[in-house]
């Protein structure tokens, strides 16, 4: 079987295979057209490319970090193309990352000969380890789909106007808790990568090719590496998609944190718009710089702030932000950073403690997230072995603030309600719950007197950053005595006057906080968040204190006017808009706790509680006591799993409320 020259082919007639010209060409005249295909019987695949396919080929060759084309994959039609977040990965085999002893590599280290010249000299858990792979190509499609990306960036974003909103929101000492280190250089390299070049698709096809080279090559660092050559791998001339996803992401704080005026915009919705806009630029970043399973720590930095924004944004109790922890979760394991060393010579100080951070941060928020949604952590302290950032685990009293501190605080207190969280499915141990107490107390009296918030907080540091972590730090040490007396609680017939008072002071901190929030910025955790998680479960128990008022709880040192009065700012500010408003995420959540609590308010206001005997029922028929109330009890679901949000649907029900 012969091929037939390309005009008989086109024109489907007959042809006699002549060489050098068939005789229908020569006859036609055409001799100069006849010519065969190199490839005649490969049926090429239907595909036409577009115009911004057609300027990449001029600069297909930047799209080949190692010089290895992949070979035999079929080109994508132009619809998978538009397919948002469509994007292959580079190499062929996936990168297995950090594994333990019980992998199958143990077995094989210990068998002769196992050792590989090219492997043998690269130390476990290295930075040359983790950034070992295989060939890598970035295709015609990712880098189509990376211009399309830049396209909308630089249309729908102006990078001076987000680099003006980045510096209002850095004045006020502000910023990412991660990677605020590299907020500034990241946004200096995004302002230069999309702000001197002419929008036509051509240069968008040359942006995203830099990009996706860029984010192909491994970080290095050695030793003595100062951070700023370390963040000029990432930033100047080398930047990668991970950078404009921080980038993305701080802007999307900082519009978050900011009014709608500082933020160039015309109206509060206007602002929102831009927030979720510029969220929705670092997912495509985040899912892009992971597509090509080259994990590293800058993409871990972006994972972390990533979940961060997902949980101011889409909420507390969203699936989204929760999915982003687990995604970060992995990360961390496949980096093997929840097996850390005392002494790490092979990676520079400020790296190490970036790593520590990291997963300090993410062990925290394991925790905190998990008795929030009442879901299993993630992260279990005896499977890890880490340390804290910048400091041992002993917290000098001349240390000074940073996001560093506040990390390790945070992480401290963690490690308490871990412990804690065990005590509620283990059996009562009068000696265990001692002892956390007792570590809890320690732990508190360690922290410098100048971050403890032991009066007032209008009397406390004028700046916003410190006043807000004061809080921050007091309801976390008050938040490990709240959930110790409330596993205490759960094997005690009668109500617990300690969890009480526990709960009177932390919904007190709440309210002051929530009056003085225009003093207050972000040190790691928002306002609303604060409420969220402290407040409405100090609230709840509150409720239950006023409704089962006795001699007994009336004696106790807990001021029933004061409980009122912090109830009614929550109830108020929650009602009134000046916390969260219909568009905020988290307005299900509080607004359908602050309408039990204003109902019950109403009641107790003017109707009130008849004294009730001590373990007898109410006087009032209509008010029957917590105890002795056939089918409602005030503990019901109210597990450390249960009770942050399911306590509010089941107090709802309560006789007192409904009558």
């Known amino acids: 079987?012969?091929?037939?020259?390309?005009?008989?082919?086109?024109?489907?007639?007959?042809?006699?295979?002549?060489?050098?010209?068939?005789?229908?060409?020569?006859?036609?005249?055409?001799?100069?057209?006849?010519?065969?295909?190199?490839?005649?019987?490969?049926?090429?695949?239907?595909?036409?490319?577009?115009?911004?396919?057609?300027?990449?080929?001029?600069?297909?060759?930047?799209?080949?970090?190692?010089?290895?084309?992949?070979?035999?994959?079929?080109?994508?039609?132009?619809?998978?193309?538009?397919?948002?977040?469509?994007?292959?990965?580079?190499?062929?085999?996936?990168?297995?990352?950090?594994?333990?002893?019980?992998?199958?590599?143990?077995?094989?280290?210990?068998?002769?000969?196992?050792?590989?010249?090219?492997?043998?000299?690269?130390?476990?858990?290295?930075?040359?380890?983790?950034?070992?792979?295989?060939?890598?190509?970035?295709s015609n499609a990712n880098v189509a789909h990376g211009a399309k990306v830049v396209e909308q960036i630089r249309r729908l974003l102006s990078p001076s106007s987000c680099s003006t909103i980045l510096d209002a929101w850095m004045s006020k000492d502000a910023s990412l808790a991660l990677a605020g280190v590299f907020v500034e250089p990241c946004a200096k390299a995004v302002k230069h990568l999309l702000s001197d070049h002419d929008a036509n698709p051509a240069n968008a096809v040359e942006i995203a090719s830099k990009l996706f080279a860029n984010s192909c090559r491994p970080l290095s660092a050695a030793?003595?590496?100062?951070?700023?050559?370390?963040?000029?791998?990432?930033?100047?001339?080398?930047?990668?998609?991970?950078?404009?996803?921080?980038?993305?992401?701080?802007?999307?704080?900082?519009?978050?944190?900011?009014?709608?005026?500082?933020?160039?915009?015309?109206?509060?919705?206007?602002?929102?718009?831009?927030?979720?806009?510029?969220?929705?630029?670092?997912?495509?970043?985040?899912?892009?710089?992971?597509?090509?399973?080259?994990?590293?720590?800058?993409?871990?930095?972006?994972?972390?702030e990533n979940f961060i924004l997902h949980s101011m944004v889409d909420g507390d109790q969203s699936y989204h932000s929760w999915k982003?922890?687990?995604?970060?979760?992995?990360?961390?394991?496949?980096?093997?950073?929840?097996?850390?060393?005392?002494?790490?010579?092979?990676?520079?100080?400020?790296?190490?403690?970036?790593?520590?951070?990291?997963?300090?941060?993410?062990?925290?928020?394991?925790?905190?997230?998990?008795?929030?949604?009442?879901?299993?952590?993630?992260?279990?302290?005896?499977?890890?072995?880490?340390?804290?950032?910048?400091?041992?685990?002993?917290?000098?009293?001349d240390v000074t603030y940073d996001y560093v501190f506040e990390t390790g605080w945070t992480a401290l207190c963690a490690v308490l309600k871990e412990e804690i969280l065990d005590l509620f499915d283990a059996a009562a141990s009068e000696d265990r719950d001692q002892k956390a107490e007792q570590a809890n107390l320690a732990q508190w009296t360690a922290l410098p007197s100048k971050f403890r918030l032991e009066g007032p907080l209008k009397l406390c540091s004028p700046q916003p950053v410190m006043r807000d972590f004061l809080v921050s730090a007091r309801l976390n040490h008050l938040h490990i005595l709240f959930l110790l007396c409330l596993a205490v609680a759960r094997s005690k017939p009668q109500f617990d006057a300690d969890l009480a008072a526990v709960s009177a002071e932390i919904l007190g901190i709440v309210a002051e906080a929530i009056m003085l929030k225009g003093q207050l910025s972000n040190s790691g955790t928002s306002l609303v968040w604060k409420v969220a998680y402290y407040g409405l479960s100090a609230a709840g128990v509150m409720y239950l204190w006023l409704l089962s008022q006795s001699p007994e709880t009336r004696n106790y040192r807990i001021n029933r006017a004061k409980v009122t009065q912090n109830l009614s700012v929550l109830v108020l500010e929650i009602e009134t808009g000046t916390l969260v408003q219909t568009d905020d995420s988290n307005y299900g959540l509080l607004m359908g706790a602050s309408q039990t609590i204003g109902n019950m308010l109403d009641r107790l206001l003017h109707d009130g509680i008849a004294p009730q005997t001590v373990g007898g029922p109410y006087q009032n028929a209509s008010l029957l006591g917590l105890q002795s109330q056939i089918g409602w009890n005030p503990w019901d679901g109210a597990t450390w799993q249960d009770f942050e949000t399911d306590f509010w649907l089941n107090l709802a029900e309560h006789p007192f409320i409904l009558g």
């Open 1 to 138: 079987k012969l091929p037939a020259c390309d005009p008989c082919r086109a024109s489907k007639l007959a042809c006699d295979h002549g060489q050098p010209v068939c005789i229908r060409c020569r006859d036609a005249n055409r001799s100069g057209q006849c010519k065969y295909r190199e490839s005649p019987f490969k049926r090429e695949r239907g595909w036409r490319p577009s115009t911004l396919q057609m300027a990449m080929k001029g600069t297909q060759r930047v799209t080949k970090v190692i010089d290895s084309p992949q070979r035999g994959s079929a080109r994508p039609s132009e619809r998978d193309i538009n397919v948002e977040g469509m994007v292959t990965k580079p190499h062929k085999y996936p990168n297995p990352g950090w594994l333990g002893t019980s992998s199958h590599t143990t077995l094989f280290d210990h068998l002769p000969g196992a050792e590989d010249e090219s492997t043998s000299d690269i130390a476990p858990g290295s930075d040359q380890e983790r950034n070992v792979g295989s060939e890598h190509v970035v």
């Open 223 to 304: 030793p003595d590496e100062t951070i700023d050559n370390y963040s000029a791998q990432f930033c100047q001339q080398n930047a990668r998609w991970e950078t404009v996803g921080l980038f993305c992401t701080a802007v999307s704080r900082a519009v978050t944190d900011l009014t709608y005026s500082e933020t160039f915009c015309d109206s509060d919705q206007e602002r929102r718009d831009l927030q979720r806009l510029t969220m929705h630029f670092s997912d495509v970043c985040l899912n892009t710089a992971a597509s090509l399973d080259c994990l590293n720590d800058l993409q871990l930095l972006l994972q972390y």
């Open 324 to 397: 982003r922890l687990g995604n970060m979760t992995s990360s961390l394991f496949a980096l093997g950073y929840h097996q850390q060393l005392e002494r790490n010579p092979g990676a520079p100080t400020f790296l190490t403690d970036l790593r520590r951070a990291a997963f300090a941060r993410a062990y925290s928020a394991d925790k905190n997230v998990s008795i929030f949604l009442g879901r299993p952590p993630r992260i279990h302290r005896k499977y890890c072995h880490f340390y804290l950032p910048g400091h041992d685990i002993e917290i000098t009293q």
